[in-house]
Each structure stands twice: as structure tokens, then as C-alpha cells.
T-cell receptor, first 114, second 113 residues
Framework: ETGVTQTPRHLVMGMTNKKSLKCEQHLGHNAMYWYKQSAKKPLELMFVYNFKEQTENNSVPSRFSPECPNSSHLFLHLHTLQPEDSALYLC?????????????FGPGTRLLVL | AQSVTQLGSHVSVSEGALVLLRCNYSSSVPPYLFWYVQYPNQGLQLLLKYTTGATLVKGINGFEAEFKKSETSFHLTKPSAHMSDAAEYFCAVSREGFQKLVFGTGTRLLVSP
């Protein structure tokens, strides 16, 4: 595997389900990110981790719970989601969190909440 | 506060024609500017970025962009479109000391034969 991988690629869940999204980066980076991409809206940064520590939580509802066990893996735990949470969830990584750093994105998980 | 405006949610060109995708930004301090491309069913990929120095930035796949401070613009161009350029393009802005990238809403480029 190379680059940034995300699983699953598609997910359908009911509002009462609990599921998790997984992201893995094979680039030796230290920073990882979760973004939400909704139709007709700008990409929204959700969380940032640097060396496994959360450095940014962009006022994300608590029904989204991130976990970063090491610099290569990032999870997004989902519970009691709402239909408006349906979107493409993108993971990204970068060498550091300096803004000149290039972020490398995974292909995303397309989530549908029924 | 920073923001990005991409004029035109869709741009259509013929193969071989000039590609021009517009991006205007607002930033109270010197910005860092980025263009990303997203092909269908894929994540975003960096095309080019401006941090400091030369205002004309060359990127991958023959794209380039020019930072014009007086016009607060960072338009993306390519002299001759190829069918493989069909994708969605995102402009983004940030600045020194600010961890976030602020993205525009994207422009979908359609290339016809």
C-alpha cells in the first residue's frame, strides 16, 4: 500500500448505529487530518492530530469521536449520526502541521446516514 | 478572517483550448495559496502552491497560477486542455501561524472533444 488509504470506501448506516472509519498513511508523516466534504459546500476541517496529539477540533459535534493511536493510523468513530452528516469524509496527512506542508489526501469514505 | 471565492461552479472548454479557473481570496496578512485537484472517486491532490518568492507558480500537469496581490487573485491556467484534465479544482488559502487551510467551493472543469 502506498500513500493514504481509507476504509471502508462506502458506508450506509442508520441513525442509531455505531461505526468507525479508518485511515492509514504510509508516508512516514507526523500529522493527520479529518475533513468533511459536502455537496456545494467548501471542504471543512474537522480534526488535526500531530504526533498523536489532537491540536485542532473545529467545533465538531460529539457524535464524531476521533482516535489516533499512532502517527500512521487515524480513526473516526461515529454514533447516533443525523442525515445531514451524509458526506464524503476525507483523511489527509502531512510531514508536519506547518501550513507550507503539502497535505496528501486519501480517496475518502462516502457516508450515507438513513 | 480568510476566505476564498471561486467564480463559476462549472467551466466548460474544448480539448486544446485555454483553461482559466478563477480564485479570489481575502486575507489580512500575506497569504499562502494552493490549488488542489480532485478526480472522480479520489482524494485531493496538490497541483501547486504559492508561499513566498516568484509570483508565477508552475505545477504538475502543465498548470500554473499567478499570485496578483493588487487583484487578490490566484487564477489557475493551462494553455491547452486535455480530456484527462476533467476534474474538480479547489483553491485554498492560509497564512503563517494559522494551521487551517480554507477551501473554496470548487470548480468542476468539463472538457469536450
Amino acid at each position: 500500500e502506498t500513500g493514504v488509504t481509507q476504509t471502508p470506501r462506502h458506508l450506509v448506516m442508520g441513525m442509531t448505529n455505531k461505526k468507525s472509519l479508518k485511515c492509514e498513511q504510509h508516508l512516514g508523516h507526523n500529522a493527520m487530518y479529518w475533513y468533511k466534504q459536502s455537496a456545494k459546500k467548501p471542504l471543512e476541517l474537522m480534526f488535526v492530530y500531530n504526533f498523536k496529539e489532537q491540536t485542532e477540533n473545529n467545533s465538531v459535534p460529539s457524535r464524531f469521536s476521533p482516535e489516533c493511536p499512532n502517527s500512521s493510523h487515524l480513526f473516526l468513530h461515529l454514533h447516533t449520526l443525523q442525515p445531514e452528516d451524509s458526506a464524503l469524509y476525507l483523511c489527509a496527512s502531512s510531514q508536519g502541521i506547518g501550513i507550507q506542508e503539502t497535505q496528501y489526501f486519501g480517496p475518502g469514505t462516502r457516508l450515507l446516514v438513513l | 478572517a480568510q476566505s476564498v471565492t471561486q467564480l463559476g461552479s462549472h467551466v466548460s472548454v474544448s480539448e486544446g483550448a485555454l483553461v482559466l479557473l478563477r480564485c479570489n481570496y481575502s486575507s489580512s496578512v500575506p497569504p499562502y495559496l494552493f490549488w488542489y485537484v480532485q478526480y472522480p472517486n479520489q482524494g485531493l491532490q496538490l497541483l501547486l502552491k504559492y508561499t513566498t518568492g516568484a509570483t508565477l507558480v508552475k505545477g504538475i500537469n502543465g498548470f500554473e497560477a499567478e499570485f496578483k496581490k493588487s487583484e487578490t487573485s490566484f487564477h489557475l491556467t493551462k494553455p491547452s486542455a486535455h480530456m484527462s484534465d476533467a476534474a474538480e479544482y479547489f483553491c485554498a488559502v492560509s497564512r503563517e501561524g494559522f494551521q487551517k487551510l480554507v477551501f473554496g467551493t470548487g470548480t468542476r472543469l468539463l472538457v469536450s472533444p
